[in-house]
């Protein structure tokens, strides 16, 4: 299992690790590599990975998406080298790009804090968040409500409310 760096230091963007696992995506120049432990955040929870890159002395892999593994817990970093491929064992330096991640953290961070409203508008029995995307090029989330009586004026009124509560 990958030691997820990024849970314990949002604000940490390098590290270094070793290789336990590399294998090239079938029918694509893409592969996928898996660490002992990682500063790049996977995609979940409505967030983007981090982007970056991995390199050793003799090769640079460009990272372009992290997602982690429901059956290991693995941290599986997708990308393409620029020339061969890792070897298991190897160590290596992993750096993100630092900017984006403060960017898709704070979006995220965002998404709670309207959830935080709706709770302090002490509607969050009627209204449960069920979906949500915290990139900067789409970024919502989209509340359900559980009452089937619930009219168009006290939504209208519910967003009155909710506005100025979350700014």
């Known amino acids: 299992m990958s030691k997820p760096l990024y849970l314990d230091d949002t604000y940490q963007f390098e590290c270094e690790a070793v290789v336990q696992g590399v294998k090239q995506v079938e029918g694509t120049p893409e592969y996928e590599v898996i660490l002992d432990q990682t500063v ?10 981090d982007k970056g890159h991995m390199t050793s002395p003799t090769t640079v892999f460009n990272v372009e998406k992290v997602s982690k593994s429901r059956e290991t817990s693995d941290i599986i970093h997708r990308g ?13 330096k992993c750096k993100i790009d630092g900017d984006v991640r403060l960017l898709h953290s704070r979006y995220h961070l965002a998404g709670h804090l309207i959830r935080m409203a709706f709770i302090d508008l002490e509607v969050y029995d009627k209204w ?29 009124s519910l967003m009155e409310r909710l506005e100025p509560k979350c700014n």
């Open 40 to 49: 790049f955040y996977p995609h979940g929870g409505g967030q983007p990975s």
């Open 80 to 92: 393409t080298f620029t020339e061969q491929p890792f070897t298991i064992d190897l160590p290596v």
């Open 128 to 156: 449960q968040p069920t979906l949500g995307n915290h990139s900067p090029t789409g970024a919502y989330v989209e509340f359900t409500q559980s009452d089937p009586t619930t009219t168009p004026e006290q939504v209208k």
